[in-house]
Nanobody
Framework: VQLQASGGGLVRAGVSLRLSCAAS????????MAWFRQAPGKEREFVAA???????TYADSVKGRFSISRDNAKNTVYLQMNNLKPEDTAVYYC?????????????????????WGQGTQVTVSS
């Protein structure tokens, strides 16, 4: 499985940006997908996740501003980021894992995901 993230850039606070992550996998609809981010000097942190079934989970820091979605026909997951803040500055990574039973679903934990993209830089200036 290969994941290709894109859509990052340098923007001013308050604007919107949409990230995309294209997956090279035959059964994309059977994968749980997520976005994480890592700022300089900080640990990688969970941003948002979407299950194979469409259920979504968000970090409290982005709830109400970010929206995750998927297009199974295009093997792509999106992260719509609105009202960006300087503290959103980070490298954003998409992650994927074959769907497991609900008991095992831990979307906020990086080790849940077997596959990672290369990351796309998002820089928000004040």
């Amino acid at each position: 499985v290969q994941l290709q993230a894109s859509g990052g850039g340098l923007v001013r606070a308050g604007v919107s940006l949409r990230l995309s992550c294209a997956a090279s996998v035959r059964t994309f609809s059977n994968y749980d997908m997520a976005w994480f981010r890592q700022a300089p000097g900080k640990e990688r942190e969970f941003v948002a996740a979407i299950r194979w079934s469409g259920g979504v989970t968000y970090a409290d820091s982005v709830k109400g501003r970010f929206s995750i979605s998927r297009d199974n026909a295009k093997n792509t997951v999106y992260l719509q980021m609105n009202n960006l803040k300087p503290e959103d500055t980070a490298v954003y990574y998409c992650a994927a894992d074959p769907a497991r039973g609900s008991y095992y679903y831990t979307p906020r934990i990086p080790t849940y995901y077997d596959y990672w993209g290369q990351g796309t830089q998002v820089t928000v200036s004040s």
